[in-house]
């Protein structure tokens, strides 16, 4: 069983992994708007991988025998000057992220509550990867700088990310 005071934070990170998501379904409607499809499709991809990860705590709560307290999600931003700026924010988002989630794998060390621990480990290693994919991405975009062909071409490439269930929603 959880404790209050793990459910609580867990409750809160769901709160903040469905924000994630309704941020980067917000930036995929905006660049979809602006006509560029690929990078729409990379937001759209991240905006799935958000609302799983909020489901992987759902799950864990309700496997532990806690319950899962949905609470309102704030308003998101809903326009960026260009996709350089976009993902600039993204990267400075999921770094509040990661924070969030060593704060809740701090807090699952001082109860002793291994399983949380464990389970958090996952996020951990899925955080680092959030964070290398932005700074790869700002790179391309800031070699590319104005070049519209270059634009062009990143944004075909981007446009065939698709979705991956993660493994953990199985879990």
Known sequence: MLSNKI???LNEQINAELWSAYLYLSMGLH???EGMPGIANWFKIQFQEEQAHATIFMNYINQR???VALKAIDAVPTSW???LAAFKDTLEHEKKVTALINNLYALAEAEHDYATRDR????VSEQVEEEDNCRTLIDK???IG???MGLYMLDQELGSRVYNAPAALGE
């Open 65 to 67: 025998g806690g319950r």
């Open 141 to 143: 975009f800031t070699l």
């Open 120 to 123: 958090l480990n996952w996020f």
């Open 146 to 148: 104005d070049n519209g």
């Open 7 to 9: 459910q609580d934070a």
């Open 31 to 33: 660049f979809e708007a």
């Open 81 to 83: 000057e260009s996709p």
